[in-house]
């Protein structure tokens, strides 16, 4: 898949660049990029909810009625789930949610993602570039030049470029990242991929081992 190569301005720089049918022409493995979506949300859950229970309510131990004769339920404790103010019943308590995938999948998820963004001629390849300053309004020109303004977008840098960052950072639904960083959810959370020339070079030899 050959794709033009265009300046941050908009203006076509005349080349293009061949995508790899390797990691953007694969029959995508929609069970892939359920399990590493799956994973990548369970990752970003603390797992520190907790609530108390009836051992661990502060309250008076003293049996609140006499065992028989009331005409009603024997209650031993006020500390009891039953009453208000008492412990709950089987709480939630602080646990990890993570779990492991196999490195193999989690590429076939990526490579999934990006061939899925590629059949949809979502990705647009732009020249290589740096902001002086960080400057959101030079951004949100570069995203109106690739006439992406009113979409959610994802940039893919070859390396970190400080400036670039802190100028897509406070834009909504803009995000920037490094080749390396690329995740599945990323791609597929975003409506189209903007990728730096040299970030190809990166996630070719990322998914090509």
Same mark, same amino acid.
């Given at each position: 898949?050959?794709?033009?190569?265009?300046?941050?301005?908009?203006?076509?720089?005349?080349?293009?660049?061949? %995508?790899?049918?390797?990691?953007?022409?694969?029959?995508?493995?929609?069970?892939?990029?359920?399990?590493?979506?799956? #994973?990548?949300?369970?990752? #970003?859950?603390?797992?520190?909810?907790?609530?108390?229970?009836?051992?661990?309510?502060?309250?008076?131990?003293?049996?609140?009625?006499?065992?028989?004769?009331?005409?009603?339920?024997?209650?031993?404790?006020?500390?009891?789930?039953?009453?208000?103010?008492?412990?709950?019943?089987?709480?939630?308590?602080?646990?990890?949610?993570?779990?492991?995938?196999?490195?193999?999948?989690?590429?076939?998820?990526?490579?999934?993602?990006?061939?899925?963004?590629?059949?949809?001629?979502?990705?647009?390849?732009?020249?290589?570039?740096?902001?002086?300053?960080?400057?959101?309004?030079?951004?949100?020109?570069? %995203?109106?030049?690739?006439? %992406?303004?009113?979409?959610?977008?994802?940039?893919? %840098?070859?390396?970190?470029?400080?400036?670039?960052?802190?100028?897509?950072?406070?834009?909504?639904?803009?995000?920037?990242?490094?080749?390396?960083?690329?995740?599945?959810?990323?791609?597929?959370?975003?409506?189209?991929?903007?990728?730096?020339?040299?970030?190809?070079?990166?996630?070719?030899?990322?998914?090509?081992?």
């Amino acid at each position: 898949m050959n794709v033009s190569v265009v300046k941050h301005s908009g203006e076509d720089t005349g080349r293009k660049v061949t %995508l790899s049918k390797e990691i953007f022409g694969i029959d995508p493995s929609d069970h892939a990029i359920y399990l590493d979506v799956k #994973q990548f949300l369970a990752n #970003q859950r603390q797992g520190t909810h907790k609530s108390k229970e009836r051992a661990e309510i502060a309250g008076s131990t003293k049996k609140i009625k006499k065992q028989k004769g009331t005409g009603t339920a024997r209650a031993g404790s006020i500390k009891s789930p039953i009453f208000r103010g008492g412990g709950r019943v089987f709480g939630p308590r602080p646990r990890n949610y993570s779990f492991k995938l196999n490195k193999k999948l989690k590429e076939l998820a990526r490579k999934s993602a990006l061939s899925y963004k590629a059949k949809d001629k979502s990705i647009a390849i732009v020249e290589d570039f740096a902001f002086e300053a960080p400057k959101t309004k030079e951004y949100l020109k570069m %995203l109106s030049a690739l006439s %992406l303004a009113d979409k959610k977008t994802l940039l893919v %840098l070859s390396e970190g470029n400080k400036n670039v960052v802190l100028s897509g950072r406070n834009i909504k639904n803009t995000k920037v990242v490094t080749a390396d960083l690329l995740t599945t959810y990323d791609v597929l959370n975003a409506d189209n991929l903007i990728l730096s020339e040299g970030s190809i070079e990166k996630i070719d030899n990322l998914l090509k081992k």
